[in-house]
């Protein structure tokens, strides 16, 4: 088995020399422009540009209003229920189960409520991460229609290490916050 291994090493090391040199992939051959390669944070771009930073802001006022009327709601509950428990020995037998099934009906409407905003903060996000997505996009699209990179990766997707040289991030957030102040003229 040892001698098997030995053997194909071997063999694979003299194939090495013996084969001639051979140019990099991605050097330019003669006359031709050289090809560059840029990376993209995509996460950066969405929490440091402008764009994202408004969304940002936005997804997180709304927050702040669903959750204003759901504690409203949660008060209004809470003050039916100490109600019930003060005057509920008072209270007829019909009087009694008629508050109950109120407050009853209070929890599930405060329960539906919160699914109801838990599931507009989650489309308000999922909103405003396609908006900036499709906006980095087209702004990534035009970097390389314009032959300043001829390939873009996205970090954590495709390398895993490289130079801080060839990271467009903030290339991409600069176009996108130009694209902003001439949008807001």
């Known amino acids: 088995m040892k001698r098997i291994i030995t053997a194909v090493i071997l063999l694979i090391s003299t194939s090495a020399l013996a084969a001639p040199a051979q140019k990099p992939v991605l050097a330019p051959q003669s006359g031709e422009p ?3 390669i840029g990376i993209v944070d ?6 440091e540009s402008k764009a994202g930073i408004a969304a940002r802001a936005k997804i997180l006022q709304r927050t702040e209003q669903l959750n204003a009327d759901l504690k409203s ?7 039916l229920k100490a109600e019930l428990d003060k005057d509920g020995a008072k209270l007829p037998l019909e009087g009694r189960l008629e508050k109950e ?8 409407e405060l329960q539906y409520r919160q699914r109801e905003a838990q599931e507009e903060i989650k489309q308000l996000e999922a909103d405003s991460l396609n908006f900036l997505l499709s906006r980095f996009g087209v702004i990534l699209a035009k970097l390389i229609d314009d032959g300043v990179y001829t390939i873009i ?3 954590g997707t495709s390398a895993t290490y490289f130079s801080r040289q060839v990271d467009v991030t903030p290339t991409v957030i600069k176009l ?3 694209a902003d102040a001439k949008q807001s003229k």
Do not use: C, G, W, Y
Request: aromatic fraction near 4%; glycine fraction near 0%; avoid cysteine.
């Open 34 to 36: 050289a090809q560059k």
């Open 42 to 47: 995509l996460q950066r771009a969405v929490s």
């Open 73 to 79: 709601q949660v008060a209004d509950s809470e003050k």
């Open 101 to 108: 099934r109120l407050i009853q009906k209070k929890a599930r």
């Open 153 to 155: 990766f996205e970090r």
């Open 176 to 178: 996108s916050d130009e």
